[in-house]
């Protein structure tokens, strides 16, 4: 048994650490390109909305947002993964991994908050369409952002204190590819009460309440719709909100294993699953059905971008 003060690092064993295997390779090619690929999406997301004065809109607003939260997401796991896995040495500090748990739990809780606001602009835009622009405004938006953040900060905070008062056994192997807070409570010998809790408070917070939120807003919504004469009409406003209704249930899809308070952890194929979901997600967000947002006019932004880029 030791102390949380004597111990300096973690062993990290992904479950295709076998450098024998023949998807070892294939695994290290994997990862790097869905990093690259979620870090250029994400990066392209966020610079389209930011040159084009028209997609300074709430919806995109959020979008961004949630373009940054991937990045981070990506970002606090992969390149962490791939050194392992290119150097052979799996060893991973006790500072780096609080650090790697306390960004993770930071960006699980703000993705389930942006999904959550990016719902009740639906819900305006639909059932109060008139207050839209009132309702969410710039300063409004600035400040759902900004709570979300500070909301996620706090509940990162706490969790990872909570990890802290664990007393790890003399195994410090660690069962997963990143610090898994679940993997950590399966090494350890006690401590553990206070952790539990908090994971039972983050899937009251931060996953049964947003989805129940979400739920209400769209069965509001489905009954403005439902009310609407013209079957034009109805297919108009449906379709400025089903993107986002498919996104939702991705959303939770990936999110909601990393907050149930069931300790036994995922595997790796899991976890490799929902890093992927997560970028199905953010493609799909792109396709949001959104006032002067065309694909045309997207790519000849991106065009615009791009020569910048070359005469830079």
Same mark, same amino acid.
């Given at each position: ?280 997600? +953010? ?16 790519? +000849?932004?991106?065009?615009?971008? +791009? ?6």
């Amino acid at each position: 048994m030791e102390s949380n003060t004597s111990i300096l690092e973690f062993y990290i064993l992904p479950f295709f650490f076998n450098t024998e295997s023949k998807l070892y390779i294939f695994n290290i090619v994997f990862f790097f390109l869905i990093y690259c690929i979620g870090i250029l999406i994400n990066l392209t997301i966020i610079a389209v909305i930011c040159l084009d004065i028209h997609l300074h809109t709430p919806m995109y607003i959020f979008l961004c947002n949630l373009s940054v939260i991937d990045i981070f997401y990506t970002t606090t796991i992969v390149p962490k993964l791939l050194h392992i896995l290119l150097s052979q040495n799996n060893t991973i500090s006790f500072t780096e991994c609080f650090i790697q748990i306390y960004i993770f739990y930071l960006v699980n809780s703000n993705e389930a908050m942006v999904i959550l606001t990016m719902a009740y602009d639906r819900y305006v835009a639909i059932c109060h369409p008139l207050d839209y622009h009132r309702i969410l405004n710039k300063k409004n938006c600035i400040l759902l952002i900004t709570v979300t953040w500070i909301s996620g900060s706090l509940n990162s905070s706490l969790f990872t204190s909570s990890i802290l008062k664990i007393i790890f056994c003399s195994s410090l192997s660690i069962h997963q590819f990143f610090c898994d807070p679940k993997a950590l409570f399966n090494i350890s010998c006690g401590g553990t009460k206070m952790f539990y809790i908090m994971m039972c408070a983050d899937l009251i917070i931060f996953g049964l309440s947003p989805t129940v939120c979400n739920l209400m807003s769209y069965i509001k919504i489905i009954r403005v719709i439902l009310r609407i004469k013209s079957k034009e009409g109805r297919r108009k406003a449906f379709s400025t909100c089903s993107s986002h209704l498919t996104v939702m249930v991705c959303s939770h899809c990936a999110v909601l294993p990393d907050l149930s308070p069931i300790v036994s952890g995922q595997t790796g194929c899991q976890l490799a699953a929902q890093l992927i979901c997560l970028l199905i997600v +953010t493609h799909l967000m792109v396709m949001e059905a959104g006032p002067g947002c065309q694909a045309q006019h997207q790519s +000849t932004l991106i065009a615009k971008l +791009t020569s910048r880029v070359k005469h830079s």
